[in-house]
């Protein structure tokens, strides 16, 4: 029997892959992937249509019901929920949001063994943000009162064990925005400091001049994990984890790997290539993103890391596809890592 049909990939099923590797994607409900993903006899009939603008351009989403979230967790282990990136759970009065609803209506769907991973609102972690066109200061950056009382209590409140992780993603900064990465560490020290300890914390920094020795010592500190991101204005997923001295910083051993967009291409672009989601885009699909995935996945295991991979339609046009990639690569790589576990134990 082949490894692909060993491992069920043809029917994009993923649980099974390894004991300590969690594939995903970043946000599900996608049309595009009946067939895949979900049934057409259950889910054909309940699409609804929305339409998005993405760089000045109309586009058409097709999307399901969050019920479909149950055949989605037959085929992956965690799954990425990224709307709560744009406004917290509560309100600042202690109201719940929209976000709270939609997050409340994911978790009737949710088996027990189900990870989520949420990512925290701009609002806590984005030095600017963007208003009416133009970029402004956040008041509200690393404030930890938002934090803890709008999004981080709410949301242990409603997924409990479910919740596999938390991203504080931050913005790319230009070199004329930059403050030095020593004032990042001192500011990123006081928040953990301030905040409550938790092992679900991992850090995405788009600036590649912030993954320094300073922000790494923090994150090591606080048991913080690096999120590693293939992602357009960032290095090449190795040249990260180099950074950080190849070490999985998360203190209960879990690492994320994102797989964004293609480095050099703007969201825009990335977006309007990988639409409607329905196959790969020819030339898109990194080559290097797929086997350097598989590498930091085999390092994980290696070294007892649960690695959460997460991958968006933009990296390539079809995330079910490019996970079929990831994880054949990783297995492509299995007879490799035995043999250097039979040296190192000799």
């Known amino acids: 029997m082949s490894v692909e049909e060993d491992a069920g990939f043809e029917d994009f099923l993923f649980r099974d892959l390894h004991s300590n590797v969690f594939m995903g994607t970043a946000s599900d409900r996608y049309a595009s992937w009946i067939g895949q993903i979900y049934s057409q006899e259950r889910f054909g009939d309940s699409i609804t249509r929305r339409s998005k603008t993405v760089g000045g351009k109309a586009f058409v989403e097709e999307i399901l019901p969050v019920e479909s979230v149950e055949e989605y967790f037959m085929h992956f282990r965690t799954l990425e929920l990224d709307f709560t990136f744009y406004a917290p759970l509560l309100d600042k009065y202690g109201n719940p949001t929209r976000n709270f609803h939609a997050l409340s209506s994911y978790c009737r769907h949710l088996g027990g063994d189900d990870r989520v991973i949420l990512k925290?609102?701009?609002?806590?972690?984005?030095?600017?943000?963007?208003?009416?066109?133009a970029h402004v200061e956040n008041a509200q950056y690393l404030d930890p009162?938002?934090?803890?009382?709008?999004?981080?209590?709410?949301?242990?409140?409603?997924l409990g064990s479910r919740l596999g992780g938390l991203i504080f993603e931050q913005e790319y900064q230009r070199k004329q925005d930059r403050c030095p990465p020593e004032e990042v560490a001192e500011e990123l020290n006081a928040f953990f400091e301030a905040v409550p300890m938790d092992t679900r914390y991992h850090v995405e920094f788009r600036t590649e001049t912030f993954l320094s020795d300073s922000v790494f010592d923090v994150f090591e500190r606080h048991g913080v994990g690096q999120v590693l991101s293939h992602w357009t204005w960032l290095p090449p997923l190795s040249r990260q984890f180099a950074l950080s001295g190849q070490r999985f910083l998360n203190r209960s051993k879990r690492c994320i790997i994102r797989l964004m967009t293609p480095r050099r291409v703007r969201y825009e672009s990335a977006y309007a290539q990988a639409h409607p989601f329905k196959s790969l885009t020819e030339g898109m699909p990194d080559g290097r993103m797929v086997e350097e995935t598989a590498e930091l996945m085999w390092a994980g295991v290696d070294q007892g890391v649960q690695v959460h991979v997460v991958i968006n339609n933009r990296s390539g046009g079809n995330a079910p596809i490019i996970a079929q990639h990831v994880a054949r690569r990783f297995l492509g790589m299995r007879s490799r890592y035995r043999i250097r576990q039979n040296v190192s134990t000799q």
Do not use: M, S
């Not at 925290?120 to 066109?133: D, E, H, Y």
């Not at 009162?145 to 409603?158: M, T």
């Open 120 to 133: 925290t609102p701009q609002t806590v972690f984005a030095k600017r943000l963007r208003r009416k066109g």
């Open 145 to 158: 009162e938002l934090f803890v009382r709008q999004f981080y209590e709410p949301a242990i409140a409603l």
